[in-house]
């Protein structure tokens, strides 16, 4: 698993300068992808009442947008390995746009999840993984601070839409609303405009790159072996690295990808239920509807804080080395808080809640892709991100409803933080056992590696002074 300062990128990241604006550009990116779809669910006991619909089919308008932008992960990769995340992310702030705009001439709940789940959903698929992907080119010692600042417009911009859509709710209704949402995201757009590609400096490359040793070789060797091929095996060599290009299924062949692939997918199914039923949770104890609505901007008052001080943290020499384990900590974090949340009782209990919630899920927000990059490098960091939406889409898609279903089943709330609890504490045990048995791997490959180049290098060095001998003692 190799530290950020050992990717080998083929260039050197500026690791400031107009990386701060990418990073704003990131920001607001990200924000509304990961906040539009909570945002809304202020909305959802209204709709709910207008459609006559029960709580797991109001669940599905979320879990749809949310699934539809997992979903959407590898053709956001394959547009931005193509085009650049410049001109995806426009593309999907006008596409969100347009799903809101048709959403509020909606006639059915149907007409809701086809607009608002499936148009809005691939448009934030277009706005998340360009804007992750960017940050990892801009920035490599500073990269967790940087992308614990981009992940920060998640928590801001839910801070800011939680009290305003109630108040247009009040003021337009749940249609009019839409309306002007759609305009909202627009921005989106904007910090599109920011994402221009990175300068490349390209620097010379070592011939041994020990943080490749866990899939994949250097450019340079590669380039050496093409050299002395065939000129059909050149041509399939090509071709296969033209299919790595879009998409790079070598992935799943590697070791700790596939521990973050096996976690999350049980992880998702608990991930984003407890904050999409927290304001429903809320209303349903009897508490006023700003006051619900309250509890969202609490949860992203301290989620807001959290993240870049994770970044922070993230970055320090102690932590770095080993972040898989504090990854770890905030996956079992959001899974205690959820089990304990039960025993929260009236308004108070559940502001405790929001805040320590609030923190769980900030760390583990910060962390959640800056793992994965540092489990792959930056280079394979665009096509990782793309599977792992794909796969990750079926638990996102099936997590509320599910949770939504318990509720109808029960009548109770309680249960479906009971579930959502296991399902996060359950992976977090994994990870940890899991990036302890990695790390011990990596360590034993990196030590061999190191005494087989040594090796090689005394061989080398004998032979040198063999092939001198005789020419000397001719001389």
Partial sequence: MPSAAATNLGYTPPDGGWGWAVVFGAFISIGFSYAFPKSLTIYFKEIQEYFMVSYSEIAWLSSVMLASMYAGGPVSSILVNRYGSRPVVM??????????VLASFGTTIIHLYLCVGVIGGFGLAFNLQPALTIIGTYFQVKRPLANGLAMTGSP???????????????????????LILGSIVLNCCVAGSLMRPVKKNVQPKPKTDLSEFNGGASVDTIAQTD?????ENQNESSKQSCIHTFVDFSL???????????????MFFGFFAPVVFLAPYAKHQGIDEYSAAFLLSIFALVDMFIRPATGLLGNTKWIRPRIQY????????????????PLASGYVGLVIYAVFFGLAFGMLSALLFEVLMDLVGAQRFSSAVGLVTIIEC?????????SGALVDIFGDYKYMYFACGVFMLVPGIFFFIMHYYNYKKLDEEQSMAVKMRTSEEAVHLKMSQDGTTPHETNG
């Fill in 326 to 341: 504090f990854f770890s900590f905030a996956v079992s974090y959001n899974g205690i808080c959820h089990l304990l949340c």
């Fill in 91 to 100: 593309v999907g702030g006008v596409m969100v746009c347009t799903g809101m």
């Fill in 394 to 402: 079926g638990p996102v898609l099936l997590g509320p409803p599910l």
């Fill in 156 to 178: 801001v911009v839910l801070f800011s839409l939680a009290p305003l859509n109630q108040l247009l709710f009040d003021s337009f209704g749940w249609r009019g609303s839409f």
């Fill in 227 to 231: 050299d002395l091929q065939p000129e």
């Fill in 252 to 266: 799943f062949r590697h070791r700790g990808f596939l521990i973050y692939l096996t976690g999350n997918v049980v």
